[in-house]
């Protein structure tokens, strides 16, 4: 279990607008902090410092330092939820969802958001087991499935030929991700623009098109 730090209950609390913006000095601050830090690194006293306001405040706010860490990791979640895996493949042609599904990866990439959460997931993942399990399956996983599930039906339907719809929906991802996420983990910016991400996604749906289509 995570370490409490101060209070177990937040109450009901409804900050007013000046309340909410102290909150989101609060949140940001301390999204840095965890990402630098960890979470048993991360201090809430030097947070108070950083971002003004009191210990009383922070409390009525988050609760405690394990709601809050967990607050900071939805919200990233959420953000790549919302720029990476808003995609529908059904009715999609094989080229359109091979598009699709490479452009949520470059997204996941490029994404500081995703970048921010692999970093807390790397320093808590031994300590914390299910944060590690949740990346996997929600991050790593989730777009994996939806590809998996689609090639299955293309299968199915004669349009394409594979024996492992779950095994090639991993290579797809891992030709589109190359080695960009341990770069960028290592403070490689990489400077991908749209031009440049676009042209990665076509070099691996042409690859990944050579062979699976019928010839």
Request: hydrophobic share 40%; proline share 1%.
């Amino acid at each position: 279990m995570l370490e409490r730090e101060f209070g177990d209950e937040k109450k009901d609390y409804a900050p007013r607008e000046k309340g909410l913006k102290r909150r989101e000095l609060f949140f940001e601050a301390a999204t840095r902090a965890f990402v630098k830090h960890g979470f048993e690194k991360m201090s809430l006293k030097e947070l108070v410092a950083e971002t003004g306001g009191s210990m009383t405040t922070l409390y009525q706010n988050f609760g405690n330092k394990e709601k809050l860490f967990q607050e900071v990791i939805d919200s990233k979640y959420e953000a790549i939820y919302a720029k990476a895996y808003a995609f529908e493949l059904q009715g999609l042609s094989i080229e359109e969802a091979l598009q699709r599904v490479g452009q949520g990866v470059m997204t996941i990439v490029t994404s500081d958001e995703a970048m921010d959460l692999y970093r807390m997931i790397v320093v808590e993942a031994e300590r914390l087991p299910q944060l590690r399990q949740r990346f996997i399956e929600e991050v790593l996983d989730r777009g994996k499935q939806a590809l998996a599930g689609f090639l299955a039906d293309e299968v199915e339907a004669g349009r394409i030929a594979m024996s492992d719809c779950q095994s090639a929906a991993a290579q797809y991802f891992g030709m589109v991700r190359r080695d960009f996420v341990v770069r960028r983990f290592l403070g490689d910016d990489l400077n991908l623009d749209k031009a440049a991400q676009e042209q990665i996604v076509k070099q691996a749906m042409d690859l990944f098109l050579r062979g699976i289509l019928p010839r």
